[in-house]
């Protein structure tokens, strides 16, 4: 069956880089897209960027400059790399399976997520 | 960035009870809205897909409607199961931008 899971190191120094793993099963990574979402305790979600079944990517812009998704299809494996962390990175971040349908993609899988800290 | 408000940002209501959430967008986002629920320490999952239509194993008490900028979901009969928090999700224009939820309490 489709799953997701986040991997990663729960705790990043400030003005360190953040790199989390996303492994897939049931599905290919050349067949769907894969989206990062991320919410900070108890607050609301925020679409950080995605990754097409092409390779291409897409990035929020607010995080665009700090912000890179790359993936190897070999291993099912989809890479969030974020520089220049600071507090308010502070956060759950999940990645979704996107299911396209009339040419948008909504997220009908997600991974359990992976709380990331930002402390010295 | 469109901007996705949702109201209301709680509500309570009764077993059995219709309840409806709001979310409009700052411009025509065509239908390309989504619904998705979050319960407590859980990831959220897909109820409605563009706009209107039912995600596979949706219970089909949910509806998704609206159009151009307004749109809402209808819970037809409110069940234990459905607490949690509600967020509504453009996909027209990058960045998908969600709106900042509802929190829906079984009262």
């Known amino acids: 069956q489709v799953q997701l899971k986040e991997s ?31 919410q900070p ?24 400059s700090r912000l890179s998704i790359s993936r190897d299809t070999s291993k099912s494996q989809v890479f969030l790399k974020m520089n220049s962390l600071q507090t308010e990175d502070i956060a759950t971040y999940y990645c979704a399976r996107g299911l396209t349908t009339e040419g948008i993609d909504d997220f009908d899988y997600w991974g359990q997520g992976v709380m990331v800290t930002v402390s010295s | 960035d469109i901007q996705m408000t949702q109201s209301p940002p709680s509500l309570s209501a009764s077993l059995g009870e219709t309840v409806s959430i709001e979310c409009r967008a700052s411009e025509d986002i065509y239908s390309n809205l989504a619904w998705y629920q979050q319960k407590s320490g859980k990831s959220p999952q897909l109820l409605i897909y563009y706009a209107s239509s039912l995600q596979d ?29 509600y967020y509504c999700l453009q996909g027209s224009k990058y960045p998908y931008t969600f709106g900042a939820g509802t929190k829906l309490e079984l009262k």
Not at chain 1, 12 to 38: A, D, E, I, K, M
Not at chain 1, 41 to 64: C, F, P, Q, R
């Open chain 1, 8 to 38: 990663g190191p729960g705790l990043v120094q400030p003005s360190q880089t953040l790199s989390l793993t996303c492994t897939v099963s049931g599905f290919s990574l050349t067949s769907y897209n894969v989206h990062w979402v991320r």
């Open chain 1, 41 to 64: 305790t108890g607050k609301g979600l925020e679409w950080m960027g995605v990754i097409w079944t092409g390779g291409s990517t897409d990035y929020n812009s607010a995080l665009k």
């Open chain 2, 57 to 85: 194993g949706v219970p089909s008490r949910f509806s998704g409607s609206g159009s151009g900028t307004q749109y809402s979901l209808k819970i037809s009969g409110m069940q234990p199961e459905d607490e949690g928090v």
